[in-house]
């Protein structure tokens, strides 16, 4: 069954970095989209960004453009998020999730990493 | 890009139907057939109910069903049960520089 496990989450000050992962299995991880999404306490959904089958192809909310970077590894069925400059604003639940390209949706999500940014 | 606006909250007896609207505008919900519909349990990752307006992923009950007229998508719980207690989000793709839009969610209360 498709499995997504976020993790790297955590404590950090403002203007720091931290690096997110997301561990899939259960299905063939080279073959899909996927996305970060995220929610802050209390609030709704957010999506972050989204990194093609092979990488190629990268977009970002406006939010974070310039500050966060998504990248995977195919070998190692894993996607990455790279948050630099974090703000308290950042603070949030963070989802990967596996994107269908043919029905624009996400299909399955992780369980979530929380990032709180704060001093 | 600003989120789609659904109703803060919505609320139904057991048995009942409700109906969740979710209104965006022609460069998001009118103009593409890409709108999916997530329920959410506390402390719980979001999941999948309804995609490309009204198609049930394999596994969702045929209680809940998804609709679009305009601008406004719907999503409606037929035979509501103490289960479906939950937040709902609403998401389309869109044509601004951002390709998904998530709606302002709806916390769906079983009375």
């Known amino acids: 069954q498709v499995q997504l496990v976020e993790s790297g989450g955590g404590l950090v000050k403002p203007g720091g970095s931290l690096r997110l992962s997301c561990a899939a299995s259960?299905?063939?991880?080279?073959?899909?989209?996927m996305s970060w999404i995220r929610q802050a306490p209390g609030k709704g959904l957010e999506w972050v960004s989204y990194?093609?089958?092979?990488?190629?192809?990268?977009y970002y909310a406006d939010s974070v453009k310039g500050r966060f970077t998504i990248s995977r590894d195919n070998a190692k069925n894993s996607l990455y998020l790279q948050m630099n400059s974090l703000r308290a604003e950042d603070t949030a639940v963070y989802y990967c999730?596996?994107?269908?390209?043919?029905?624009?949706?996400?299909?399955?999500w992780g369980q979530g990493t929380l990032v709180t940014v704060s001093s | 890009q600003s989120a789609l606006t659904q109703p803060a909250s919505v609320s139904g007896s057991p048995g009942q139907s409700i109906t969740i609207s979710c209104t965006g505008t022609?460069?998001?919900?009118?103009?593409?057939?890409?709108v999916s519909w997530y329920q959410q349990h506390p402390g719980k990752a979001p999941k999948l109910m309804i995609y490309?307006?009204?198609n049930r992923p394999s596994g969702v009950s045929n209680r809940f069903s998804g609709s679009k007229s305009g601008n406004t998508a719907s999503l409606t719980i037929s035979g509501l049960q103490a289960e479906d207690e939950a937040d709902y989000y609403c998401?389309?793709?869109?044509?601004?520089?951002?390709?998904?839009?998530f709606g302002t969610g709806t916390k769906v209360t079983v009375l």
């Open positions: 259960g299905f063939t991880f080279s073959d899909y989209y």
């Open positions: 022609s460069s998001d919900v009118g103009g593409y057939n890409y």
């Open positions: 998401s389309s793709y869109t044509s601004s520089s951002t390709p998904w839009v």
């Open positions: 999730a596996r994107d269908l390209t043919t029905t624009v949706t996400h299909d399955y």
């Open positions: 990194i093609s089958s092979s990488g190629s192809t990268i």
């Open positions: 490309e307006v009204s």
